[in-house]
């Protein structure tokens, strides 16, 4: 069934590049095998060219699939665009300050982690630099620093 699989992915539209890559790789569009059994329209056109018509016909699908790919690259790029404008509208900032305190969460795959029963978040800490990329130094309480950066995904703001 894997074939038939390939043949129905490859065949439909891409929303993202609005295109079929069947027709993107080999510059036609797909002839399914129902087609091959009870010819359709297209292949019996296809098959009462002459030879030098047929190429001349491929000649000119070939010269214009590198107008059909740039076109669907700029297709590609708007769709880009717009999912991460969409992306940034439901997604909200989280900014952090120096001397903000906060909570680390315990991954399960993480030293401190104790079992299911214990509890998920630890601290609290104090953020000693705001690094690019949403990553925070932190230190303990006490003010010994941490050796490695974490990430801002991965702490909540401690309240009082």
């Known amino acids: 069934m894997l074939p038939y699989a390939l043949l129905g992915y490859r065949t439909t539209v891409r929303t993202s590049i609005r295109a079929i890559p069947y027709l993107l790789v080999y510059g036609t569009q797909a002839v399914i095998p129902a087609e091959v059994e009870v010819p359709s329209l ?36 708007l769709y880009l665009h717009r999912m991460i404008r969409s992306f940034h509208k439901k997604v909200r900032a989280r900014i952090f300050e120096i001397g903000q305190l906060i909570i680390k969460h315990i991954f399960p795959h993480h030293n401190e982690y104790k079992g299911k029963f214990a509890p998920n978040w630890q601290g609290p800490y104090m953020v000693r630099k705001v690094l690019s990329g949403g ?3 932190l230190s303990e309480m006490d003010g010994t620093e941490w050796p490695k950066p974490i990430n801002s995904d991965a702490v909540k703001r401690y309240y009082v």
């Open 42 to 77: 297209r292949i019996n056109q296809e098959a009462e060219l002459s030879d030098a018509d047929w190429v001349r016909k491929w000649i000119d699908q070939l010269t214009l699939i590198d107008e059909k790919r740039m076109v669907d690259v700029c297709h590609g790029q």
């Open 135 to 137: 990553a925070l130094v």
